[in-house]
């Protein structure tokens, strides 16, 4: 159910001419025009709609004025949208073609305008921030939506409230809207003068600095952010040595139990048959050669020592700390570690080149002297090289998806020369991308869309998906193999079960990509400066004033019985990964809660106020990477500038700019 194409005209001609003088008003974004071809053009409505809302009386102005000269029936039909009701609802579900919208009080039945409601909105339950307005005899929105997926305790208590709310009755005509609104608009008022006559009778209660009960300030929340750092590490490094015991199991499973031997042959003697066999097949050894243990041992032992390039090809890809123990044992093929487990972290071969034994207490590491040539010729130094060029590329690449979701691969590659100053060719970095991809260990899955190569995030990978569906059903698979004995139909039943939920999955994460995709021809890929480099792509995010502000509070607010040295990074790294990934900004509030973060901040509202900063600060993979206070400044040509928590100063076009060049704001970046 939707409104007529006359009506819905008409609808849409009274909000834009609306929404253009509110602009010309409030100079929210310059150059707006409906009918121009602007990439832009929604969100910068959507910018001036907010303002509308947070400002209705200036509906009296633009009725006084009546700049596009409408009739007064249309002025009557504006003049009621000061009764429009702007708040977050819950979808519950569509009904005889309506949206069933419900608040704290009522449940409302609201109609499309170009469309019907479920045709724009997609899926129930939803959370939905928009503006219920009334028009002819029915209610629609503003248009402008900001809409999410409810986590699961949201989502119960959305249907336990909706069934209470239907009990009285749904609203479905202007005046009704109109009373509800109006009902909530008074309630709102008289709150806020309690408040101002309780501030200034001296009757509300002062902060003194108390925190609300099962919270307690860590020894962090008092120090710098440098300061801060320091203590953490100290607690790690202590915390490390406090469990040497961890350390020797790790060491104890990575080495040879005995006497150390320079012998290759009696080093392959550790190994397995299976590894024999396999380490035979790498080398490219006949299948005759390699299908017994013997055969493989004989084959490995002729062939490993002349082979530099499989040496090269696993050093390539080694972790550090490989590579750094096989270049000091090309200077000397011995290595000793007696001082404790703690000093032989850092240390670990690549067998079988090199091999690790644990005898009395010592770690030793020796190349076996069949292999010293092989070892100590090797040009490490242009390896070195090699392994920079591509551990910046894929850095590069982890970045770029973690910030924007999906990216063409050729854009992320321009992006990698601008920034690493000895790039390697397009046709090698694809190859990387591709091989890194195979491994499943990347941050990213190589993907084809309109027969060009992209990368795309972890999290919009199909493995990961599957994985995903198969740990929500996990308690539900377990029962039923428990009782697969006796009731095989129902095991077959919760197999069907979870791959129609894998089947639907996909075919969302099919939507995402291309979604994302299409969304990024809008919007330019966000520039990233040597940030894209760091092995970290988060790191840069955790140096945000918004994330800064965030942690601040966490370790102030920390709950009795978390560990304070750890708690707050724990909380701030969830915040951030799931917000990137999720894009929707209540995924902080519900990892809050999870946290045992409710009621920390006494009801005043700071943790969500510091939840929705993050937010606003963060990428947005809809936007390709770009933060919804990065859109707004494009969207509205001015610099923003954001207070020690990461909120939008609210600045006049007269007030100094803050800056501080001493001019006007007006004069300077809000320009």
């Known amino acids: 159910m939707h409104l007529s194409i006359e009506q819905s005209d008409r609808f849409l001609d009274l909000v834009d001419s609306l929404l253009l003088y509110v602009n010309d008003r409030f100079h929210v974004v310059r150059d707006l025009d409906p009918d ?34 409408i009739d007064e029936a249309d002025l009557a039909t504006v003049a009621s949208w000061k009764d429009g009701l702007h708040k977050t609802f819950s979808l519950v579900r569509y009904q005889n073609g309506v949206g069933l919208f419900m608040d704290d009080a009522h449940v409302f039945a609201v109609c499309g305008v170009t469309m019907d409601v479920e045709e724009a909105l997609g899926r129930t339950p939803a959370i939905v921030e928009t503006t219920l307005l009334p028009f002819d005899d029915v209610i629609v929105y503003d248009g402008f939506v900001d809409i999410s997926d409810p986590d699961g305790f949201e989502a119960k208590r959305i249907q336990d409230a909706f069934e209470d709310r239907l009990s009285a009755g749904v609203v479905s005509t202007p005046e009704g809207l109109i009373e509800a609104s109006r009902a909530e608009h008074a309630l709102a008022a008289s709150s806020e003068l309690d408040s101002f006559l309780a501030q200034i009778s001296g009757e509300e209660a002062q902060d003194d600095g108390a925190l609300p009960e099962g919270f307690h300030a860590s020894p962090l929340s008092s120090l710098s952010d440098e300061a801060r750092f320091e203590a953490v590490e100290a607690y790690y490094t202590e915390h490390r040595q406090t469990a040497p015991f961890q350390i020797d199991a790790y060491i104890r499973a990575n080495s040879f139990e005995g006497a150390p031997t320079d012998a290759l042959g009696d080093v392959l003697d550790r190994f397995e048959s299976e590894t024999l066999v396999e380490m035979a097949d790498v080398l490219g050894a006949k299948e005759s050669q390699s299908s017994t243990r013997a055969t493989a041992r004989a084959t490995i032992a002729r062939l490993l020592p002349g082979d530099a390039g499989i040496y090269a090809s696993y050093l390539l890809i080694s972790p550090a700390e490989v590579f750094d123990t096989m270049r000091a044992l090309a200077e000397e093929p011995v290595l000793e570690c007696p001082a404790g487990p703690g000093d032989c972290l850092g ?11 644990l005898h ?13 040539e092989l070892v100590a010729g090797f040009d490490y130094e242009s390896l070195s090289h ?37 790039a390697m060719s ?4 694809a190859e990387l991308m591709e091989s890194e991809s195979e491994t499943g260990q990347a941050l990213f899955e190589c993907w084809d869309f309109e027969e060009l190569p992209y990368l795309a995030h972890y999290t919009l990978c199909k493995d990961f998906v599957a994985s995903q569906v198969v740990q929500r059903h996990q308690d539900e698979i377990m029962n039923g193999l428990a009782a697969a004995s006796n009731m095989q139909g129902a ?35 966000r520039t990233l400066g040597e940030e894209a480099l760091d092995d970290d792509p988060l790191r840069a995010l955790r140096t945000l004033p918004a994330v800064r502000a965030l942690r601040r509070y966490l370790d102030a607010h920390v709950p009795d019985g978390e560990n304070d ?25 519900s990892i809050a809660r999870s946290a045992g973060l409710e009621g920390s901040d006494g009801g005043s509202g700071r943790l969500a ?34 207070d020690e928590d990461g909120a939008e100063m609210k600045i006049g076009p007269m007030d100094p700019c803050p800056c501080g060049s001493g001019k006007k704001y007006g004069e300077c970046h809000g320009r």
């Open 36 to 69: 121009q071809d602007d990439p832009l053009v929604d969100d910068k409505a959507a910018l001036i709609a907010h303002t509308l809302w947070d400002n209705p009386d200036v509906i009296d102005e633009y009725l006084s004025s009546n700049p596009d000269g």
């Open 347 to 357: 240390r670990y071969p690549l067998i079988p080149y090199a091999a690790p034994f």
């Open 360 to 372: 009395d207490g010592v770690l030793t590491i020796v190349v076996p002297r069949e292999l010293r």
């Open 386 to 422: 090699m392994r920079a060029g591509e551990r910046a590329a894929l850095n590069c690449a982890s970045a770029y998806v973690t910030y924007c979701g999906v990216c063409p691969l050729d854009e992320v590659y321009d992006r990698f020369c601008g920034i690493y100053s000895d």
């Open 426 to 429: 397009y046709e090698e970095f």
């Open 491 to 525: 095991l077959d039943a919760t197999y069907d079960r979870v791959r129609d939920d894998l089947s639907r999955e996909l075919g969302n994460l099919e939507d995402v990509r291309l979604s994302l995709a299409t969304d990024h021809y809008r919007t330019p890929l």
């Open 565 to 589: 040295y750890t708690f707050a990074d724990q909380v701030v790294d969830s915040v951030v990964r799931s917000v990137l990934e999720v894009g929707d900004k209540r995924v902080g509030a």
């Open 609 to 642: 106020s510091l939840l929705d900063n993050v937010y606003r600060a963060l990428p947005s993979w809809e936007d390709n990477g770009w933060s919804p206070n990065q859109l707004k400044e494009r969207i509205t040509g001015r610099t923003l500038f954001f």
